[in-house]
Structures are given as structure tokens and as C-alpha cells.
């Protein structure tokens, strides 16, 4: 005999599972009038049963759910957070750099909070509809694949191509602008990523050893698989960077707002200066506009590659391409131009850098780009 529904007195009913008290097996019921959902208990002792919501609708039953599916998303997350610091000191003990670990975290965590990191497909449909720059598309991918080998997973990985953006090169007014904008310290920063061409991590690193104020020579220490060198600087920089009164073990406080302050600074000067293309410059566009000038003066790829601490000259001679790009038919090259007429005049100017033009007797033609 079928059982009766208590809320419509219908005897169209579906048996609807088991339900357990105790451990014993009780029959449910779903009324296929109404949709209402019972046991064969009666119906006050259903509905006064603590922490369970049986006797519902359909479309009750539906909200239910999704609000089931919800609370399990955040438990997820909540122990994904727990896990990432795990996958963190895992980096850390495979000798992953300082700056890779904080952008793979940081490129999980954001991920995290619109994806589930247990389940791959997700995380691509994050991946494919949040980001839109190719490049950054690829580093999360890499970061999502460091994370599933770390905790034992595999997906597919999705296959973005790289997308080579020109390099922008702002102009020696907006340069010195930008450069001189912000604190003390933030404008002797910005001198320094200027005429040393380190990156922003390795600058941040500089400590009180690396500077030889007597020869006027900085020691960069090596990022990005680079080369650690030592580069000149000029005398007053060294004076600024020695008028600096951080007595920590680094050159420059120890400041996680760097690159955002730099940023709201230029956002700044763009509105006071009505010119946008302030927001284009970067910490990193010091480093590009080192790269042009020096190989403006000596037309030498080795030269800048060593000041730039590449190890693939093919990353260097980019710099050669975007200089002939922006020079090459908009201005012409001006020359310094000396005579040597004795053997010792002509070896100091070959080991300064100067090129023989001609010879006329006992008078040799050198010239350099100003």
C-alpha cells in the first residue's frame, strides 16, 4: 500500500531513499502532487528533528543544495589557504627564488578565491575568462602546475603562447620626472635603477658591502638566472646612497609597497602633467632606458649585456632592435672627436672606447658617440 502524503493526502508517492535514527532504516517518501518530501514517522517528529530539513519543496530542495555546494567551496578554500603555505616552504626547499615563491602564491591565492585549486577544471575557466593579458595566463598556468605536482595532481594544461610586447622608452623629460618624484629615498631608488640597470628585486637586495665608494662600483647581485657584475655609478649617487640612514643589513628599507607607490605616483603626475603615457612607466623602464643608453655610447652588445647581467645574448640584442626602432632614422649620431699622434694618446683612447676613423701621417682620427 502506497504511503499517503500528510501535507496533501495524496496516495501518488515515490519511495525516496532511506533515512537513519539510531541506525534504523527509515522509509521517504516523495509526493508526486505536491513535492513535499516525508518519512513514515509522523510529521511532527520529522520536522522537529535538530540540524535536518526533509519535509521541503523541490525548489527548496535545489537551494539546498547549492547552498550545500557553497559552504563546501569554502571549506575548500579555507584548507587550500593552509595548503598554499605548505606549497610555499615546498618552493623554498627546492631552492625556488624569493621573488617566484611570491608570485606564485600571490597568483594562487587570487585564483583561489574564484576557483577550487582541487579541481582543475575550474581553475582554466579562471584562468581563460579573468586574465586577459597571454602572458600572465601562462605564469598562473605555471604556478597551477608547480601546485598540482606538489600536492599530487594532473590536468591538461592549457596552452597559451607567449606575447612579446614592445618595451616602452619614455622621453628624457618624462625620465627625469619620474624619476624625481616620491620621497628622498624613493627618488635615490629610482637613480639607482637608472644607472646601474638592476631590476627592482635585485636592487632591493643591495646591502652596505656591495658599495665601493672609494672606486665608485656597486656589486648587483643575480636574479632571473642572470649573472651577478659589478657596475659603476656616478660619485653623487654613491653620496646619496651613503646619506641613507637604514641600519639594517640592506641599502633600502625593506618595503612591500614599492612597485604600488611607484605606481600611484606616476598615476599622479599623468593627471598634474595631462600626459597618460606617465601609467606606461614601470621600476623596470629604468632598467630598458639603461640598456639604450649604453649601447648608444659604445654601440656594444657585450658591453650591455654584461651591465644587464644576461646570460643569452639574444635576450640582450632586443635592446639593439628597439634602439634602431626609436633612433635609428630619427636622428642623427653625434661624435666626439680626438687625434692621437703618439703610440701611448692611441692606446689610451682604443682602451677608452674610441673608434679609429682614418689615418693622415702621424695623426690618427678617433671618434665616440657623445
Known amino acids: 500500500m502506497a504511503a499517503v502524503c500528510p501535507e496533501c493526502q495524496s496516495s501518488k508517492t515515490w519511495n525516496d531513499g532511506l533515512r537513519y535514527i539510531q541506525n534504523i532504516p527509515i522509509q521517504r517518501y516523495l509526493c508526486r502532487t505536491c513535492g513535499y518530501r516525508f518519512s513514515e514517522s509522523s510529521k511532527n517528529t520529522i520536522q522537529q528533528t535538530e540540524g535536518r530539513q526533509i519535509c521541503v519543496l523541490d525548489k527548496e530542495m535545489k537551494n539546498l543544495t547549492a547552498e550545500a555546494k557553497t559552504k563546501a567551496l569554502q571549506e575548500n578554500r579555507k584548507n587550500t589557504k593552509s595548503q598554499l603555505v605548505n606549497f610555499s616552504l615546498h618552493l623554498l626547499k627546492h631552492g625556488r627564488s624569493e621573488a617566484t615563491i611570491k608570485t606564485y602564491t600571490k597568483l594562487l591565492k587570487a585564483v583561489n578565491k574564484y576557483a577550487d585549486l582541487n579541481d582543475p577544471d575550474s581553475v582554466k ?117 651613503f646619506s641613507l640612514s637604514n641600519p639594517q643589513k640592506t641599502v633600502f628599507a625593506n618595503s612591500g609597497k614599492r612597485t604600488s607607490s611607484f605606481h600611484n605616483r606616476m598615476k599622479t603626475l599623468a593627471l598634474k602633467q595631462n600626459n597618460p603615457r606617465f601609467i606606461k612607466i614601470h621600476l623596470h623602464t629604468f632598467r630598458h632606458c639603461k640598456a639604450l643608453r649604453e649601447y648608444h655610447k659604445t654601440r656594444d652588445i657585450l658591453h650591455v649585456m654584461g651591465i644587464l647581467g644576461h646570460r643569452n645574448i639574444n635576450t640582450t640584442y632586443r635592446y639593439v632592435r628597439l634602439y634602431n626602432q626609436i633612433y635609428k632614422y630619427q636622428q642623427k649620431v653625434k661624435f666626439v672627436t680626438k687625434i692621437a699622434s703618439t703610440k701611448e694618446e692611441r692606446c689610451d683612447l682604443i682602451n677608452g672606447g674610441w673608434d679609429l676613423v682614418e689615418k693622415d701621417g702621424n695623426d690618427w682620427y678617433f671618434r665616440k658617440p657623445e
Open 125 to 241: 575557466s579562471v584562468i581563460a575568462t579573468r586574465y586577459k593579458d597571454r602572458n600572465t595566463k601562462r605564469l598562473v598556468v605555471c604556478a597551477y602546475s608547480s601546485y598540482l605536482k606538489f600536492v599530487g595532481g594532473q590536468w591538461i594544461k592549457p596552452d597559451y603562447k607567449p606575447e612579446h610586447k614592445q618595451v616602452f622608452i619614455p622621453t628624457e623629460e618624462e625620465l627625469n620626472l619620474a624619476i624625481n618624484s616620491g620621497t628622498k629615498e624613493s627618488v635615490i631608488y629610482s637613480k639607482f635603477l637608472y644607472e646601474s640597470g638592476a631590476r627592482d628585486n635585485e636592487a632591493s637586495r643591495l646591502e652596505w658591502t656591495d658599495l665601493d665608494q672609494e672606486r665608485g662600483l656597486v656589486t648587483v647581485k643575480s636574479s632571473k638566472n642572470g649573472d651577478s657584475r659589478i657596475v659603476s655609478i656616478s660619485e653623487n649617487l654613491m653620496d646619496l646612497l
